[in-house]
């Protein structure tokens, strides 16, 4: 078999299998691809679970953000008080592009409150999965009574001191998941995630070269706004861009996607 030499710097953070910079360098012996590399996996990155509480005053507006990574991508939900937070683009469409080789993949997502009440105070947990693992953390949100107090004929009137600032026409647009680093080897289909949330969100994909992304024998848009990219070959380190908008605003977030040559999948114990 022949022997060569590869250097693989890879943007994911790791737990026992990935690093914040993953080096596998100057391999001088036979090293083969193997599906099973590092599958089957999920966890938090960098131990990056939710704070066990969260405080914030009555009126204000707060983000949760949660990461997972593993062995397929997983994807990302949130619960309230046990109860699924229904996000309509936000359906699970994973099962498209499922081809078995599925390899490493970071999620991220947010939870976003707006003009925070004493009925949004609980629990809030982020579950991450995959098709064979679950995992979840959580935090128990309080609302701080942030009360001014003045009389209005004979009665004590409470007010909050807060002033929602929330846009009354509607909500910005939102990505509230999507793919932040993903790992395959050439050759591969992968799906990377862009879910959102708002009214009117279109959503448009620009490619390495800022060039945008339309359906074709390469890529294909789903309708949840996810970007299947067929066959990755000779990318190298690539990062591909989500654009949602609306007309109350605008958010973007890029995804690095890293194409793996087949017979330079580094082995667990090449790994260093």
Known sequence: MEKYSITIYVCF????????AMIVKNIDRPVRATRNFVSNKLFFPNKNRLQPLTEVSEQSSTEMRCEAAGS?????????NGKRIDKESQEDSSKINVDGKQRLGWTVSKLFL?????????????????????????TDLYVSNDYMEFLEGNLVVKSSKRKCRKNRKGTPARIVMWSHNRLDEEGT??????????????VAWLN?????????????ILENNDLVIKGIRN??????TCIAKN?????TKSTFVYAVPRRSVPRRQDIQ
């Not at 990318?235 to 591909?240: A, I």
């Not at 007309?247 to 958010?251: A, L």
Request: with cysteine.
């Open 114 to 138: 707006d003009c925070i009440t004493e009925k949004m105070e609980g629990q809030y947990t982020c579950v991450a999965e995959t098709p064979t693992k679950r995992i979840s953390t959580y």
């Open 189 to 202: 289909t992968i799906q990377i995630f862009c879910r959102t949330e708002g009214k009117g969100v279109t």
């Open 72 to 80: 397929p991508p997983p994807t990302i939900h949130w619960l309230f």
């Open 247 to 251: 007309k109350y605003g605008k958010d």
């Open 13 to 20: 953070a790791v737990l026992g299998v990935f690093a914040d």
């Open 235 to 240: 990318m190298g380190s690539r990062t591909f």
């Open 208 to 220: 390495p070269d800022g060039v945008l992304i339309e359906n074709s024998s390469k890529y294909q």
